[in-house]
């Protein structure tokens, strides 16, 4: 039985409790499972000489500090682009992406539990979570399948088999490589990331970042690349306990931002049809969930929130990527979607130029094969 002291973890549709670490679902519906902290966040119990996200470890109360897994993940820079707009540089956590919030988190709640039983753990992705957990699977010496996409971008293929994991490629859909992983097999534990609650929960630290390093007064908007919604949500989580908590008044505009490819929660939240194309074909690789099954979640959690969604072109991606890099920041196509996007509402002034503004800049440029635009 779990310590149900500073937290739960129950289903969002049915409300049933969970009595283990390593459910992905709820056990009685199927629906996604959520954490629920019943500890406030305060700002003295930070431990302010840990350099990483383990110093909001007294707020992930499932883990003991003695199995954490870590890589130093988290803390990573927020730079002031212009004098109204900074961007966090999530490109530079240990694997090259914000996935690495996540995996630390989950990969530290289960791989004993995984190890006793003599099994390995199974997770589906377009590659960065596949990269993110395979490194965290290796440093924890646990064996992990990953299951990726037939077109898995060269870089993202060759990091998970850097870490020494076997790599499932699967063709079809995003949700085929799911299928496939979900596939039950002696000593196998499906832990996929989109699922599982413990990898959403760890990037709530991204909104007790961004707010510690502002100072406690966080930005007035947020723009972040959405496809699975496990980055949108975990933020959402993050600054909803900070309001909870007192620390902040409220949470700050948070704007999805997808390709016109993938947006199927763009189009729920204008109340538009969504028709996905046969085949995803958009530079931004690592948006692909044409069909989240979260995509419920996000919606009620966004709307909830007050906030946004925005869409942006193809010729609109690669701008954004090739002003980037220009100014310095070499971040992959899926990630130039955000500033894309805060471009695209700038021009048609939706927003204004001296709006508050952080940009999530979620994956590093060395991930991608794409060339810019002179
Ligand atoms: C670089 C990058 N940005 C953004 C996202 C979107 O995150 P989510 O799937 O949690 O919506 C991903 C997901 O793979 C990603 O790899
Ligand atoms: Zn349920």
């Known amino acids: 039985m779990l310590k149900l002291m500073n937290y739960e973890i129950y289903c969002t549709s049915c409300h049933k409790a969970s009595t283990s670490l390593l459910d992905f679902k709820c056990s009685s519906c199927g629906k996604p499972l959520d954490v629920r902290l019943k500890l406030n966040f305060e700002p003295r119990q930070v431990q302010l000489k840990n350099h990483s996200v383990w110093r909001y470890a007294r707020f992930v109360p499932y883990i003991e500090s003695r199995d954490a897994v870590t890589l130093g993940e988290g803390w990573t820079p927020l730079v002031k682009f212009t004098s109204?707009?900074?961007?966090?540089?999530?490109?530079?956590?240990?694997?090259?992406?914000?996935?690495?919030?996540?995996?630390?988190?989950?990969?530290?709640?289960?791989?004993?539990?995984?190890?006793?039983?003599?099994?390995?753990?199974?997770?589906?992705?377009?590659?960065?979570?596949?990269?993110?957990?395979?490194?965290?699977?290796?440093?924890?010496?646990?064996?992990?399948?990953?299951?990726?996409?037939?077109?898995?971008?060269?870089?993202?293929?060759?990091?998970?088999?850097?870490?020494?994991?076997?790599?499932?490629?699967?063709?079809?859909?995003?949700?085929?490589?799911?299928?496939?992983?979900?596939?039950?097999?002696?000593g196998k534990f499906y832990v996929g990331h989109i699922y599982h609650p413990l990898f959403r929960d760890g990037i709530r630290t991204l909104a007790y970042e961004i707010a510690e390093q502002l100072n406690w007064k966080p930005p007035e908007r947020i723009y972040l690349p959405v496809s699975a919604g496990t980055l949108l949500l975990g933020v959402i989580s993050g600054f909803r306990h900070l309001t909870n908590s007192g620390?902040?008044?409220?949470?700050?505009?948070?704007?999805?931002?997808?390709?016109?490819?993938?947006?199927?929660?763009?189009h729920r939240v204008k109340h538009l049809d969504y028709k996905p194309p046969k085949k995803v074909t958009s530079v931004a690789d690592a948006l692909v969930s044409t069909n989240p099954p979260l995509l419920d979640l996000m919606i009620e959690e966004l709307q909830e929130a007050k906030g946004d969604a925005e869409i942006v072109d193809e010729n609109e991606i690669q701008k954004a990527f090739t002003e980037l890099a220009h100014k310095g920041f070499f971040v992959e196509p899926s990630s130039a979607v955000a500033y894309a996007a805060y471009q695209k509402q700038l021009k048609t002034k939706k927003i204004s130029k001296t709006d508050e503004t952080l940009i999530v800049l979620t994956g590093h440029g060395l991930k991608t094969t794409m060339q810019p635009t002179s």
Not at 151 to 156: D, I, L, R, Y
Not at 174 to 181: D, G, H, L, N, Y
Not at 247 to 266: D, E, F, G, H, K
């Open 84 to 186: 109204n707009v900074c961007f966090k540089l999530e490109s530079l956590n240990p694997t090259g992406s914000f996935k690495d919030r996540g995996s630390t988190t989950l990969i530290s709640a289960i791989h004993k539990l995984v190890k006793k039983q003599n099994g390995y753990i199974a997770e589906d992705s377009s590659g960065n979570a596949g990269a993110s957990m395979a490194a965290y699977s290796a440093r924890a010496q646990l064996k992990a399948n990953i299951y990726v996409p037939q077109n898995v971008s060269g870089p993202k293929f060759n990091q998970i088999k850097s870490y020494g994991m076997p790599v499932v490629k699967v063709a079809g859909s995003r949700s085929q490589v799911a299928e496939k992983a979900l596939e039950p097999a002696k």
């Open 247 to 266: 620390i902040i008044n409220a949470i700050p505009m948070i704007v999805a931002c997808q390709t016109r490819q993938v947006s199927p929660l763009y």
